[in-house]
């Protein structure tokens, strides 16, 4: 398998972390999300952890220095030498502009940036019937991915999975993150893939457009 350095672009509830979880079985990569990194360290109760807690209960972003810090110190160990995913970073112009300084001084490119493109009307049911299992680590949603009923008790429903949070994530994602559209448009590494469809059906279109 070709060494591949990936980012996953998205709409929150777009599907990105459900399909991150499925490439990198393909690719054997490390899957790094940044939202999964923010909410182990609000758990832990770090110091970033109670920096970030605020923001994402709001459904706010997180400010770029503490997000920025973070996916540099992660993206320059070991396991990330042969090629990564990030999934949910970068969300910011400046978030892509210091992660391709940074790899520009590592020596190394990025492969694709793969947007997952879901209308916003769809976004809101997608995110609120949410639940993941703390344990895989599987996404479900009640609805269209409906988790076995034994496993019902342990599931975990995301506090920023709530109407109000995901109106204001999807305001941040069209003002703060859609401006990095254009900016990977410009590199001529961007792969817009439909996000609409049953999820097998998405991870071929994806793994289609990163074979091309
Ligand atoms: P996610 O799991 O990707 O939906 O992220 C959940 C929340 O974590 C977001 O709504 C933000 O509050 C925060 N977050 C995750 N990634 C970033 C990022 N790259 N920049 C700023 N905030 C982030």
Do not use: K, Q
């Given at each position: 398998m070709r060494l591949m350095r990936m980012i996953l672009v998205g709409?929150?509830?777009?599907g990105k972390g459900t399909q991150a979880a499925r490439l990198v079985e393909t690719y054997k990569i490390p899957h790094i999300s940044s939202g999964d990194m923010l909410r182990a360290a609000v758990k832990e109760g770090t110091n970033l952890g109670k920096e970030a807690d605020t923001f994402m209960k709001a459904g706010k972003l997180v400010p770029d220095d503490v997000v920025i810090g973070m996916i540099l110190e992660r993206v320059a160990k070991p396991d990330c030498a042969n090629g990564f995913m990030l999934d949910?970073?970068?969300?910011t112009r400046p978030q892509a502009e210091a992660l391709d300084t940074a790899m520009t001084k590592a020596n190394v490119k990025l492969d694709a940036v793969v947007l997952i493109e879901v209308p916003d009307q769809l976004l809101e049911e997608r995110a609120c019937g949410r639940r993941s299992d703390p344990e895989t680590g599987l996404i479900y949603h009640l609805k269209y991915n409906p988790p076995p009923p034994e496993i019902a008790e342990r599931l975990v429903h995301r506090k920023d999975d709530t109407v109000e949070a995901v109106t204001t994530r999807v305001q941040k994602y069209h003002s703060?993150?859609?401006?990095?559209v254009p900016y990977y448009q410009n590199k001529g590494i961007l792969e817009r893939v439909d996000?609409?469809?049953d999820p097998d059906e998405i991870t071929k279109r994806i793994t289609a457009v990163l074979k091309s």
């Open positions: 709409p929150p509830g777009a949910g970073f970068p969300r703060e993150t859609e401006p990095i996000g609409v469809g």
